[in-house]
């Protein structure tokens, strides 16, 4: 019982609005026909209701139904709903007259300026309520919320716009002005709301309108824009917000309407890639993958971007029991329609890949489990060897002996020229996949990218941790610098390199220009609302093992050229021995089990013949530990 009275309830209102419409048909047409022969008296004059009057109004109404007109709500009335009224009243005249020439072959009684005149009246009778009723909603909620937050809006764009309709929605914020660069802005209004001055006059009109809060509403502006926007910020002294992208919203990081900080990667200093969505789900769509080191950084992500895109299965493998629950239960609270099959397991024990296989039948698999910290790896050789290059030895030998379309190898920049144990293990893996690569089987893609913003163990939750405990933020080196990318685009990269198609292919990222980590630390510092050397100290602390100053992305002797994808390169693999390759990974799979770690260091240098350790390299300098000052100069401790 109480469910049907809650299902009367909530009809009541479309029933008004249902009403409503059609009283405003009754009432234009008896008003356009008296206004007619009020100048011109009728032979007969016209009914307070006919048939034909009833014709009228069930033509008119049916076209309201079909064009939708009930389905929004008069207190968000705004445009796209005017264009359905004018929509459905000039359909609603089509319909009138089809049916009056059937009723009665439109009889001379009824005048052809009624017709004429009546879609342009009854849009007007339809859509001043409308919004009439949304302004006088917003004004109650305005005065019912006297303690605004005063804000000043920088970019005065279609994203500000939409921004000052949404905080008036509201009600809890009151906008007191735009700041933007354009000059044919100046002095204009947007809304209602007053264009002040340009963005670097930031400081000085906060002061003059008592703003208490700065939101950024440039979501299309690149890095560069944007670091100066922040700039200008900082030096206000206001907290401050921005509207998250339009990628950022399509693809669940961020919520329509909500206000987020602006985070680091905001400010990379380049523009994320766009993937060829097309492509990518024309190759994943309907298609059961495999992903191990499902509960990682990159794995859990790779799992979310197939099931975004048109998996129909996902096996999960992975040795950590709570990221594999925490995984498969954030997969099917947002994709409950597709299948899941976890494996909690080690990927290098071949009973365990035997078995996932077996049971999810991939059509691909992306093996991103691997061990991948610099400076333990290099303490840790025998592990690094045994997860990076044996069990991705057994996984990829697992899916040709099955059949499996595609495997795709997670690696790693750090396998360009490597100088430390992570590069070497991971360049020993590419050369296993190549020296499995058959034209007539599986397929062997390798993707390679640099360092991803926040995944587990990077230098991004690092600094965080750090600034939120006041630091110091610990850098190695004033001049280090790496390439980054986030952990979406690097997922993104993975599926488009897997979908465009070659065998035994290398693939890589154009991914600009390399970052100082000097100064992503002094960026974080500020985004936190502190200032670098003053507020939070940073303290250079000298090369890690296995560190170097700069990462390569592109080796000599891999010619490199462009795919249908305009920011990712293929590389010409270089030529490897198979019966050599399978000889190494005998020899240290016995090396391995005995534990022995002089065996696998001679072992890998062998096997990796451009293996040069960091102290070898050029790129190699010994190291001080040094403290960041306000001046910006450093001293020796």
Known sequence: MS??????????????????????????????YRLRFGIIPAAVPLPLWSTEIALVMIAQGLVFWQVGLYRGLWR???????WNIFKACMLG?????????????????????????YPVVLVGMLGAPRLLYRAWKDSRVERANTAT????????GRAGEALVRDLRRFGTYEPVGFLDDAARLRGSKVQGVPVLGRVPEVAEIARETAAKLLVIAMPSADANALQRVVIACERTGLPFRMVPRLQDVLEGRSLPGELKEVAIEDLLGRKPVLPDWKAIRSWLGARSVLVTGAGGSIGSELCRQCARHGARRIALIEIDELALTQTEAALRRDF???????????????????FALDQSEPDAVFHAAAYKQVPLLEAQLREAVRNNVLSTATVAKACRESGVGTFVLISTDKAVDPVNVLGATKRLAEM?????ADQRSTRFVTVRFGNVLDSA?????????????????????????????????????ILQASAIGSHEAIYTLDMGEPVPI????????????????????????????????????FHADERYRPTQHPKILQAEPRGVSASAIESAIAQLREASARYDREALNQLLRMAVPEFAPVGEHPDYVESTTVVAFPTRNARKV
């Open 432 to 436: 296993t996949c190549q020296s499995l």
């Open 93 to 117: 005249l089509f319909a009138i007259v089809l049916v009056l020439f059937l009723y009665n072959r439109l009889d001379t009684t009824m005048p052809r300026t009624v017709l004429v005149l």
């Open 336 to 354: 409950p329609d597709l299948e899941y099959i976890p494996i909690l397991g080690d990927c290098g024990d071949p009973a365990v890949i035997a």
């Open 3 to 32: 469910s049907w009275r809650d299902r009367l309830k909530g009809a009541l209102p479309r029933m008004a609005v249902v009403a409503h419409d059609l009283a405003m048909v009754w009432l234009v047409w008896q008003a356009l």
């Open 149 to 156: 937050v005063r804000i000043l809006i920088l970019g005065a």
């Open 76 to 82: 968000f009335a705004g445009v796209p709903d005017l």
């Open 518 to 553: 000097r100064l992503l630390a002094e960026q974080m510092i500020r985004l936190a609302g502190k200032q670098p050397g003053r507020d939070i100290a940073i303290i250079y602390t000298g090369l890690r093992p296995g560190e170097k100053l700069h990462e390569t992305l």
């Open 457 to 493: 163990g990077s230098v991004v939750p690092l600094f965080r941790e750090q600034i939120r405990g006041g630091g110091p933020v610990t850098v190695t080196d004033p001049e280090v610098t790496r390439f980054f990318m986030t952990i979406p685009e690097a997922c993104q990269l």
